[in-house]
């Protein structure tokens, strides 16, 4: 659940502005975070901390990127999958529509975490096989 677009416009955030919102990570704590990142509205676009605002996304590594339905970073996640996608790079993107932003240090509490952790494994052993690295 990447944190693509400084600018946070897209509509996840409007949707977990609410401080009643029963989710760990709310728009309001992002906001929080880019405050203290990049204070300046200026640099909300910029590519460095805005990769989906980059001209030019090809060529870059394969990527894994999970995105989560109660989450700000939502929309811009799928954006950036997609991105990526249209840019012709290799996309490993898994969606969970009912799960929640810190799914994967929450293995106690959600079972599906088990399973994100062992895809991302099995991504990792798959990128270092092509590679021909082992450890």
Do not use: C
């Not at 949707?15 to 009643?20: F, G, M, V």
């Not at 405050?35 to 590594?61: C, I, K, M, Q, V």
């Not at 999970?66 to 999958?81: I, M, N, S």
């Not at 529509?97 to 810190?102: D, K, R």
Request: hydrophobic content about 45%; charged content about 15%; cysteine-free.
């Amino acid at each position: 659940y990447p944190a693509t677009d400084l600018t946070a416009a897209l509509p996840s955030y409007a949707e977990h502005a609410l401080p009643n919102t029963r989710v760990f990570l709310k728009a309001a704590t992002m906001h929080w975070f880019r405050g203290h990142y990049a204070p300046d509205p200026a640099n909300w676009t910029d590519w460095r901390g805005s990769p989906l605002h980059a001209e030019h996304l090809a060529g870059l590594p394969p990527t894994l990127l999970l995105t989560v339905g109660h989450d700000p970073l939502r929309d811009e996640g799928l954006a950036y999958a997609e991105a990526l996608t249209q840019a012709g790079n290799w996309v490993s993107h898994l969606h969970l529509p009912n799960q929640i932003h810190g799914l994967l240090t929450q293995s106690r509490l959600m079972p599906a975490s088990e399973m994100v952790w062992a895809l991302a494994a099995a991504f990792i052993r798959q990128q270092l096989q092509t590679a021909h690295l082992s450890f």
